[in-house]
C-alpha cells in the first residue's frame, strides 16, 4: 500500500498543491492549514470546517502525523511524559512542564531515537543510536501534545533524547516550521548540545535567533572527558573558544548546563575552577540536581554544596539558576528518557 501523505510540517504552498492535485481549492488547503498550526485538532474527523467529502479524500490519501501517542505519564507535579511510536515501530519520547509560577508551557522534544554520545550519566545514551528522527518527527512531538492538552506550547527546549547538532538540517527545518507556523518565538526556543565544535560553528553562521544551551557539566578537560565521551574529540579549552567566538558573532548569550553529581564535579573547587574557564564567555548558568535513580551509581549532591556552588558563580559576576526538578517520579527529569520500548 503507498504511503499516505503527511500534512504535518507542510508550508501553506505544498498543502495547496496537495489539494490541488486531488480536486480541492486553495482555500481548503488554508483550512487544513489553521487547523494544523493553529488549533492542533487531534484528528481529520475534527476538521469540521471542511465538507465531508473533503474530510473523506483526507482521510484516505493523507494522515496528519506519521508517529501516535502509545503512552503517557502523569507527574505529581503535573508533568508530563510522553511515549510516541513512531511509523518504523522505534519509540520517540517528550516531557511538557508547566512551571508554577509562569503561564508558560515548555516541551522538552527529541531529535534523535537513541544517542550515540554516550554521557556516563545519561538513560538516553544506554540505547545507543538507533536513528535521527525526520523533521515531520519532530515537529510531530509538539504538534500531539497541543492536540492532547488542547494548549498551546510556549517554550521548545531540544534536550530530549538525541545530539541535535547531530541532526542539523533537521534540526534547522524543524525550528523554522515552529517559527513561522506554530509562531514559536525564536527566543522561546532552546537547542542544547554535548559541545560539537563543527556543527556550533555552522550555526554561528545562520540566522539562529534561539538559544544554544551547552551540557559542559564539568570544569576542565580531565572531569568532563571521564563522564563525556565527546570531550576527547573536542577538549574543553577548543571548545570554550569555540563558545566565547559564538556568543560573540551572535550577540547571543550561551546557557551552560551543569549538571551537579555528589563527589564527582560539585567541589568549592570546581565552581571556582569553572568560574575561571567561562569568566569570558558571554553566559548564565543553569545548575541541575541530579536525579538519583537505581539505574545508575552516580547521587545527588548535598544541599550544601549546591548553595556554595551556586554562591561561587554568581560571586564571580554569572547569572545562576537552579532548574526546578519536574517528573523525577515518572523518569522524565533530564537525563532520565530512555524510551524503554526501544529495543
Ligand atoms: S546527555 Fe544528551 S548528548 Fe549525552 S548521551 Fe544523553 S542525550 Fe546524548
Redesign the pocket.
Known amino acids: 500500500m503507498d504511503k499516505k501523505y503527511i500534512l504535518l510540517g507542510k508550508t501553506v504552498a505544498e498543502l495547496e498543491k496537495f489539494m490541488l492535485d486531488n480536486a480541492q481549492t486553495k482555500y481548503r488547503a488554508k483550512q487544513v492549514y489553521n487547523r494544523l498550526y493553529l488549533k492542533s485538532v487531534g484528528d481529520i474527523d475534527s476538521m469540521t470546517d471542511l465538507p465531508l467529502a473533503t474530510r473523506e479524500m483526507l482521510k484516505e490519501k493523507a494522515q496528519i502525523c506519521s508517529a501516535v501517542i502509545k503512552d503517557k505519564q502523569i507527574s505529581k507535579d503535573g508533568t508530563i511524559k510522553y511515549l510516541f511510536e513512531n511509523q518504523d515501530g522505534t519509540y520517540s519520547e517528550a516531557v511538557l512542564m508547566r512551571f508554577d509560577n509562569r503561564a508558560n508551557l515548555t516541551a522538552c522534544i527529541s531529535t534523535q531515537v537513541g544517542?550515540p554520545?554516550?554521557?556516563s550519566f545519561?538513560a538516553?545514551?544506554k540505547l545507543g543510536f538507533i536513528r535521527n528522527l525526520s523533521y515531520e518527527e519532530i515537529v510531530q512531538q509538539i504538534y500531539l501534545i497541543q492536540a492532547d492538552t488542547g494548549l498551546k506550547v510556549t517554550n521548545i527546549v531540544f534536550m530530549g533524547?538525541?545530539?541535535p547538532l547531530l541532526n542539523f538540517d533537521n534540526l534547522i527545518k524543524s525550528i523554522k516550521i515552529f517559527r513561522e507556523h506554530f509562531q514559536v518565538g525564536a527566543r522561546r526556543i532552546t537547542v542544547s548540545t554535548?559541545g560539537l565544535i563543527p556543527e556550533i560553528n555552522k550555526l554561528a553562521e545562520l540566522d539562529f535567533q534561539s538559544t544554544l544551551a551547552i551540557?559542559l557539566h564539568a570544569p576542565n578537560q580531565k572531569k568532563r572527558e571521564e563522564i563525556m565521551p565527546v570531550s576527547k574529540k573536542y577538549d574543553f579549552e577548543n571548545l570554550i573558544k569555540c563558545l566565547k567566538k559564538y556568543a560573540d558573532k551572535t550577540g547571543r548569550r550561551v546557557t551552560v548546563e551543569y549538571v551537579l553529581m555528589k563527589d564527582i564535579n560539585d567541589s568549592v573547587n570546581d565552581a571556582k575552577e569553572l568560574a575561571i574557564a567561562i569568566a569570558k564567555l558571554k553566559s548564565n548558568v543553569n545548575l541541575i540536581i541530579y536525579n538519583e535513580n537505581e539505574k545508575s551509581h552516580y547521587k545527588k549532591p548535598l544541599k550544601e554544596s549546591i548553595q556554595k556552588f551556586k554562591y561561587i558563580l554568581e560571586a564571580s559576576g554569572k547569572k545562576v539558576t537552579i532548574r526546578l526538578e519536574r517528573g523525577a517520579d515518572i523518569d522524565a527529569a533530564c537525563?532520565q528518557l530512555s524510551a524503554k520500548f526501544n529495543k
Open positions: 544517542c554520545m554516550g554521557c545519561c538516553t545514551a533524547q538525541g545530539e554535548c551540557s537525563g
